[in-house]
Structures are given as C-alpha cells and as structure tokens.
C-alpha cells in the first residue's frame, strides 16, 4: 500500500509512505471503517527535504514503529542514495535495531519476503541532480 494511514491511537498516527503486510496481518489490523488500527509488517519512509523531516522519520517514526510493533523499518534517503534497514532483534525484541545500512550497490532482503532482493540504488531515481 501506498501513503496509507496508520490509526494507532487518537493521538499516535502516522502516513509512511509504502506498508507491505500479509493477508493475516491485514484481516487482524483492518477495522470496519476500512482503515488500519495497527501495525503492518514492514513500513517504508522516503526522506523529505529539511532537517525537521529526517528527524521525524529517524527519530519520532522509528520509535512510534518500534512502540508499536512494526517488524521492519526502511529509511530511504535519495539524496544520499543510501537505505537503512532496521528490524526486531531477538535479544530486545521491543526495539527495532539497525540492522543494515545500504548502499546503492548492496543488495536488500528482507526476511518477511522470502525470495526477494533488489540492489539498493533500484529504489531511487536513476537521475540525481
């Protein structure tokens, strides 16, 4: 999905940008008015121009997904043409870690979907200015 919203609370929502989640997890999450009321598997934010937006998504998002319960966090930076991935560790599995940074060239996977992989700098413009 793409752009949705994310309804965790009156005073705890979200818009990333891309959420992948199962069918289980959508039939679990999906509330009568059509709208999620909780986590999806994966959430994917694409950073906007200007301090104030990187450390929304580096800081206040990541933990708002750790809180609450998203698997997997990526952090897609176009300008820097660079992918942070953050996940659950078994060790502290309330927190969502680091777990890779990505350059253009690395491969990404991803253990919530089982067969893919795609070079990091696939996931940006192929033209930076």
Known sequence: ???????????????????WLTWERLRAVEGEDGKLHGPPELV???????AVNEQRDRDIKLRLYSRRGVDE?????ARQRRAE?????????????LAAALGEDDALESPLLPGFQIHAGNLFFVNQP
Do not use: K, T
């Not at 994917?44 to 200007?50: A, K, N, Q």
């Not at 991935?85 to 599995?93: K, L, S, T, V, Y």
């Open 1 to 19: 999905m793409f752009a949705p919203g994310l309804i965790f609370a009156d005073d705890d929502n979200a818009a990333p940008d891309v959420i």
């Open 85 to 97: 991935i953050f996940r659950r560790d078994a060790a502290d599995p309330g927190v969502l870690h």
């Open 44 to 50: 994917v934010e694409v950073l906007s121009p200007g």
């Open 73 to 77: 966090y990526w952090i897609l930076d």
